[in-house]
Nanobody, 121 residues
Framework: VQLVESGGGMVQPGGSLRLSCAAS????????MSWLRQAPGKGPEWVSA????????YYADSVKGRFTISRDNAKNTLYLQMDSLKSEDTALYYC???????????????WGQGTQVTVSS
């Protein structure tokens, strides 16, 4: 299993970023996928999940209405569109193989290496 995130960077509050995650080594189209994040000095936080077909999406309350998860199964790629970014969104963002139903076990999921998102003026 290989998950490679990209698209992070530094942005001002109110700005936008789009993260991508290229997946390989497994049948991507058959798995729930999630985005997780970890801010400095804090534990990992589940952000969003999507079902295998892309028809069902879920969000943490902290990002609902601002972030949009999507996937392209033909390209084995997961996305996270982040709009109206806030300073508290600053974190290392990871894509992971797992879904909303088993968030309690997310530390045991397969994770990528992460991409840094910094929101600062």
């Amino acid at each position: 299993v290989q998950l490679v995130e990209s698209g992070g960077g530094m942005v001002q509050p109110g700005g936008s970023l789009r993260l991508s995650c290229a997946a390989s080594g497994f049948t991507f189209s058959t798995y729930d996928m999630s985005w997780l994040r970890q801010a400095p000095g804090k534990g990992p936080e589940w952000v969003s999940a999507i079902n295998p077909g892309g028809g069902a999406t879920y969000y943490a309350d902290s990002v609902k209405g601002r972030f949009t998860i999507s996937r392209d199964n033909a390209k084995n790629t997961l996305y996270l569109q982040m709009d109206s970014l806030k300073s508290e969104d600053t974190a290392l963002y990871y894509c992971a193989r797992g879904g909303r139903r088993n968030i309690s076990t997310m530390k045991s999921w397969d994770w990528g290496q992460g991409t840094q998102v910094t929101v600062s003026s």
